[in-house]
């Protein structure tokens, strides 16, 4: 490529696209603290610094070998930091919000059951999430009545997830 100045620049390469792109205020201050951290601990600050020192236009092998290897620091370290905050989940199955439903369900059964054997659960929110799916009758069910429920939800939820490639084809 030529610039306006007749000179032969190099072209740059635009990077990989990255998984990392949230609106979530908490996601982000979390890897621009892990960048900063990982900077800090290389000393990027003071390499570009000394690079700077012996750079001059055009620039040398050696300066351009330095800002290269400087470049791929960094690169790791923003990947690295990347997957310290971001969460990617394997999808085991197609989504379909049947499957949800029945999900959810067995979540809320399992969570049920963990109360009835004395576990710390938060029970506000199991009340909200009870109602949420209809199910505010569960809460005052015996034991033995939840694990029935929950095993046919089990039951149910294996059977749409068999089906759930022509599920997803409907929404």
Same mark, same amino acid.
């Given at each position: 490529?030529?610039?306006?100045l007749?000179?032969?620049?190099?072209?740059?390469?635009?990077?990989?696209?990255?998984?990392?792109?949230?609106?979530?205020?908490?996601?982000?201050?979390?890897?621009?603290?892990?960048?900063r951290?990982?900077?800090?601990?290389? #000393?990027?600050? @003071?390499?570009?610094v000394?690079? &700077?020192?012996?750079?001059?236009f055009?620039?040398? &092998?050696?300066?351009e070998?330095l800002?290269?290897?400087?470049? #791929?620091?960094?690169?790791?370290?923003?990947?690295?930091?990347?997957?310290?905050?971001?969460?990617?989940? /394997?999808?085991?199955? &197609?989504?379909?919000?049947?499957?949800?439903?029945?999900?959810?369900r067995c979540?809320?059964?399992?969570w049920?059951?963990?109360?009835?054997?004395?576990?710390?659960? #938060?029970?506000?929110?199991?009340?909200?999430? /009870?109602?949420?799916?209809g199910?505010?009758q569960?809460?005052?069910?015996?034991?033995?009545e939840?694990?029935?429920?929950? @095993?046919?939800?089990?039951? @149910?939820?294996?059977?749409?997830?068999?089906e759930?490639?022509?599920? @997803?084809?409907?929404?």
């Open positions: 490529m030529r610039s306006v007749g000179t032969l620049l190099h072209r740059i390469v635009p990077p990989k696209a990255r998984r990392l792109n949230s609106k979530c205020p908490r996601i982000r201050d979390e890897y621009l603290a892990l960048v951290k990982g900077f800090k601990e290389k #000393n990027i600050e @003071r390499r570009l000394q690079i &700077e020192e012996t750079a001059t055009p620039p040398t &092998e050696e300066v070998k800002m290269e290897k400087l470049d #791929n620091l960094i690169e790791e370290i923003m990947l690295q930091s990347e997957k310290g905050c971001r969460r990617l989940y /394997a999808a085991h199955y &197609e989504f379909s919000p049947p499957i949800q439903l029945w999900l959810d979540h809320l059964l399992k049920l059951l963990r109360s009835h054997q004395g576990k710390q659960v #938060n029970a506000g929110n199991m009340r909200r999430f /009870a109602r949420k799916l199910m505010m569960c809460i005052r069910m015996p034991v033995a939840i694990v029935q429920l929950y @095993r046919e939800a089990k039951e @149910r939820t294996k059977d749409l997830m068999a759930s490639p022509y599920l @997803r084809k409907q929404f």
